[in-house]
């Protein structure tokens, strides 16, 4: 009688630390989600002239209560850049997220399995010989020819990975091989700037460097519209990818088709991360560290750690938009470049961590 009520209190103790912790990981996503809102309202107030929190906030909620020079720089001057900065956040973020469980590799992101090189061969030919692989297609216009160029060939990579995945080659042959599709393109990259001309040359490079000024309404509806898709995918996986994150190939098991699974977020990741690059060009380290600080606030619960991560890369990104504005005065550094310094700093900081946890 008395091991009986010892183990419902048990129980019921950890139904009290269960739900304590539901509530603490709910309330952290919500004060995340906040703190996204107030950094895309300061990305907006703050450019070659900067608006106060008053204009933006009256003019984001009704937009003719603002003089039309107002309306003009919030909603098509710097509307598209900030919210095509929290969809690229969001969208690296979780493609990074998506491969770090796959592949089972921590240090996986969108440049591992060569799509960000893919992107930037692709956005290179059209700007070395302005035309496009997909010039064909009625609803692409000449400002979507250099991204639409660019996700095509994103999409060869996902074409590879299904190619290798189907082959039924382990996760670290995979890794090793999306590896050299990256160097194979950077090599064909090297040789369209070979042949480019000194102003193509300039272009390019201001392309891999990766910048939001090229965004536009149009460039911020197809990305939306790819993440749109892909974000409830994965939620409606995120159990078997807590099974499989926890258990890997034995997560069968439960009824995984683990195979199937790993295919189909490895194809969901590639095509979302394409989609961002071919837009804002090559941004490193987003998809690496938003992740990684996702797991350190909420675990491997995938239910939360999903939201948590779309989260963290969407403030990461807009905080690297207001710093590449704030540097330097009236110019926008390229934004590849803010992430990668302000990234660095939390990949060494994790590398420390992981190497004191692994010694104790």
Not at 91 to 113: D, F, K, R, S, Y
Not at 259 to 279: D, F, P, Q
Not at 322 to 331: A, E
Request: hydrophobic share 60%.
């Amino acid at each position: 009688m008395t091991s009986s009520l010892t183990q419902a209190g048990l129980e019921d103790a950890s139904l009290v630390r269960y739900r304590r912790q539901i509530l603490h990981r709910s309330l952290l996503l919500i004060l995340l989600m906040v703190l996204a809102a107030v950094a895309l309202v300061a990305d907006i107030m703050i450019g070659s002239g900067t608006l106060s929190f008053g204009q933006v906030l009256k003019g984001l909620v009704d937009p003719g209560a603002v003089s039309d020079s107002t309306r003009v720089i919030i909603w098509q001057l710097r509307m598209p850049m900030t919210v095509m900065a929290v969809l690229a956040g969001m969208g690296l973020a979780l493609a990074g997220l998506l491969m770090q469980i796959v592949l089972n590799n921590p240090l996986a992101e969108p440049l591992t399995l060569g799509i960000s090189s893919a992107a930037g061969f692709g956005a290179s030919l059209a700007l070395a010989f302005n035309t496009s692989v997909l010039s064909a297609l009625p609803f692409l216009n000449e400002s979507l020819v250099v991204a639409g160029n660019a996700f095509f060939f994103s999409l060869i990579t996902v074409g590879l990975i299904l190619l290798l995945a189907g082959r039924q080659m382990g996760l670290q042959t995979i890794t090793l091989l999306g590896i050299a599709i990256h160097f194979v393109f950077s090599a064909l990259l090297g040789l369209v700037q070979y042949l480019a001309t000194a102003d193509q040359l300039q272009s390019m490079v201001f392309w891999m460097m990766g910048s939001l000024l090229r965004a536009s309404w149009d460039k911020v509806q197809l990305t939306a519209v790819v993440i749109g898709v892909v974000v409830p995918l994965v939620l409606l996986k995120a159990w078997a990818l807590t099974a499989l994150r926890s258990f890997g190939d034995e997560a069968a098991v439960f009824g995984i088709n683990v195979r199937r699974l790993r295919i189909l977020m490895l194809v969901a990741a590639a095509v979302m991360a394409g989609a961002v690059t071919s837009v804002v060009g090559i941004i490193g380290f987003v998809g690496l560290v938003a992740p990684h600080v996702a797991r350190m606030m909420v675990g491997e619960d995938q239910r939360f750690l999903v939201g948590v991560t779309l989260a963290c890369g969407a403030i990461f990104m807009t905080v690297a938009s207001l710093v590449s504005k704030l540097v330097v005065p009236g110019v926008a550094l390229p934004i590849g470049m803010v992430t990668s310094l302000i990234g660095l700093p939390f990949f060494i900081i994790l590398i420390i961590r992981d190497q004191r946890l692994s010694a104790r």
